[in-house]
């Protein structure tokens, strides 16, 4: 049994709330609390209440940081939260308690939180920085972030779609500086390969948790593919053989205008973190569904 702390944007695209809910019904995981992170936070941390309660699961959430470390434009907003109306769900959310939270949580079980990581790394980078020997305390940190494609690297798409990254490059950079005993990180590359289109549901939405899943998702869908990014990274902590995996160093561009947020990986075996190289398209959904739609 792992016990895990999910850190989330979740409320926007799909694959936060496709991912929480495979941590729900994965019977090898105890989820010993969520945090969400990104502009309105409240909400956000209702939305992951409200699939939870979908779920007939009572877990211990807190909303996070709102902002970005330093000053930026950008505030996202969750789109999903338009449907909290049709979905049981608390509303006694204040922003800026996760940090506490996941503080008290790690100490508390040292050694023994597999921390996940879906969202931009605000959150975690001011937990690292709170407290420095957090991140020994870990049991491992599992993050969705990066492209480490130069194909990808050179889309119109980008630097945004390096979404986790781009947006907080500056919390990227701590904690992609600070030392976790397992670190693995699965970015773009990778993920991308994940997509699903309406005819290929493999009927994904019957029950009443993936429903809500597709509810609160379907703001996203109605102009975006559905690729399983946060997915994979929950999978893997279970089946970890679905991907295939190089030792490294990340570096994380905070300094120039043009590139923030970008990841570069130099493979080294005394690296401090692996990166994820290829993936079982095939044997990721068949356990994906088994897991989820059960």
């Known amino acids: 049994m792992k016990k895990i702390l999910l850190d989330t944007d979740i409320g926007g695209d799909i694959d936060d709330a496709l991912c929480l809910a495979y941590l729900l019904r994965q019977p090898l995981c105890e989820i010993v609390g969520i945090t969400t992170v990104g502009g309105e936070v409240e909400k956000r941390a209702m939305i992951a209440d409200a699939i939870c309660k979908a779920a007939g699961e009572n877990i211990s959430i ?22 909290l109306t049709y979905w049981a769900h608390e509303t006694s959310f204040k922003k800026n308690q996760a940090v506490d939270f996941m503080r008290k949580t790690i100490r508390a079980n040292p050694h023994e939180i597999s921390l996940l990581a879906i969202g931009h790394l605000t959150n975690i980078a001011l937990l690292f920085l709170v407290d420095p020997e957090i991140p020994s305390l ?9 492209v480490f494609s130069d194909e990808l690297e050179a889309s119109m798409d980008m630097p945004m779609a390096n979404w986790n990254s781009w947006i907080d490059p500056h919390a990227c950079a701590v904690v992609y500086n600070t030392n976790v005993p397992i670190h693995k990180t699965f970015g773009l590359n990778i993920t991308s390969e994940l997509v699903l289109t ?3 549901k493999l009927n994904l939405f019957n029950t009443n948790l993936m429903k809500a899943v597709e509810d609160f998702g379907s703001p996203w869908l109605e102009n975006n593919k559905m690729t399983f990014h946060d997915p ?16 490294g160093f990340i570096q994380v561009e905070s300094y120039n ?3 923030l947020g970008m990841m570069s990986f130099l493979e080294d075996a005394r690296g401090n973190c692996e ?3 290829s993936v079982d398209r095939y044997g990721f959904f068949e356990h994906y569904v088994s897991i989820s739609c059960k």
């Open 62 to 83: 807190y909303a996070g940081a709102d902002q970005t470390m330093l000053p930026n434009s950008m505030y996202p907003t969750p789109d999903g939260a338009a449907k």
């Open 138 to 146: 870990l049991k491992e940190l599992y993050i969705m972030s990066g």
């Open 198 to 200: 309406r005819d290929d």
């Open 232 to 247: 994979l990274v929950a999978a893997c902590l279970f089946e970890p053989q679905l991907c295939k995996y190089q030792r």
């Open 257 to 259: 205008q043009q590139k």
């Open 275 to 277: 990166i994820a190289t």
